[in-house]
């Protein structure tokens, strides 16, 4: 790599800068030089960021920018790009504005007609996409879902019937029952990625038949320790079927023919003869 980091355009910018989930040595070169060549770094939580900026020797200052504080943090972001100055975007790990602080001050920024610049790096879902073996087709991205059980079911059962692969945060001391919604409210049988401290000393992932997933969490206390994502399979194409049409096919279609099976079926439940016949063709070529 012969090339020297060019780290800033010759335009006051906010640069969205990614930081490691845990392993300290997941930061990009170009991060570095960025968090080097900026006039200030605005940082969700400066103690704990500064370990990172020591790592590396930087000495740009920093300036807090939370949750708490995101609306004045970001008046002062904009006065330093409006005297002509750059600067970095960071959270506490991962990618800022992803379940973190940041979305709002890009927005002002950007209506305030400055550059905002991605440095792209960790986040912790796609991390654990990436290990699921399930994203092919697309994900879709939850974030966390709502702490009060009531909420989180009504969150689960509006997603029920979605395609998509589906990517959780989830708290450790929440993981447990959130797994056990999941199980009691979705079909059986979709597999989901339990990822644990990913690129940390205790990283662990385990794929697992979602109604399984509660008794691997339950068996060793250190399972429900540290971070989380979930990442969950889609759910199956619905057959427009009801659930005794499908239980007396699956029953018939293991005796008879397919074609006997699905007129006999639709003979006993009422069912569209059609769409039972479909639906045998693709039992059997499961
Ligand atoms: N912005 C971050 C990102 O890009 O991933 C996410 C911030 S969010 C406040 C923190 C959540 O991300 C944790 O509760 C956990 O669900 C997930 N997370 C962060 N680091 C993780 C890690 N090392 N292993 C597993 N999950 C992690």
Not at 193 to 221: C, F, M, N, Y
Not at 243 to 251: F, I, M, N
Not at 255 to 264: G, S
Request: net charge neutral; hydrophobic share 50%; aromatic share 4%.
């Amino acid at each position: 790599m012969r090339e020297a980091v060019i780290p800033l355009s010759s335009t006051p910018s906010l640069y969205v800068v990614a930081t490691p989930l845990g392993n300290l040595h997941d930061i990009s070169p170009r991060a570095v030089a960025v968090l080097s060549a900026v006039t200030a770094v605005a940082a969700e939580d400066t103690r704990h960021s500064q370990r990172l900026l020591d790592a590396y020797g930087i000495r740009t200052r920093t300036l807090a920018l939370h949750e708490h504080n995101e609306q004045s943090a970001a008046g002062e972001v904009l006065r330093l790009l409006q005297e002509g100055g750059s600067v970095a975007l960071i959270s506490d790990a991962g990618t800022p504005g992803v379940s973190d602080p940041g979305t709002r001050t890009v927005a002002r920024v950007r209506a305030a007609g400055f550059a905002v610049v991605a440095v792209p790096g960790p986040c912790a879902a796609v991390a654990a996409l990436s290990i699921s073996g399930l994203g092919e087709r697309g994900f879709r991205f939850v974030g966390f879902l709502p702490p009060k059980p009531a909420a989180r079911r009504a969150v689960i059962e509006a997603l029920r019937d979605d395609p998509d692969v589906l990517v959780f945060y989830e708290a450790p001391h929440r993981v447990l029952a959130c797994v056990q919604d999941l199980a009691s409210l979705l079909e059986p049988g979709r597999r989901v990625l339990i990822a644990r401290e990913l690129t940390k000393l205790h990283e662990q992932s385990v794929l697992l038949p979602l109604e399984e997933a509660a008794g691997w969490l339950a068996a060793d206390p250190n399972r429900q320790r540290g971070e989380f994502v979930l990442v969950l399979e889609g759910a199956a194409p619905r057959t427009g079927l009801d659930a005794e049409a499908e239980r007396v096919l699956a029953l018939l279609l293991a005796e008879l023919p397919t074609k006997v099976a699905a007129r006999l079926a639709a003979e006993i439940t009422g069912a569209p003869k059609n769409a039972l016949y479909a639906r045998a063709l693709a039992l059997k070529a499961d």
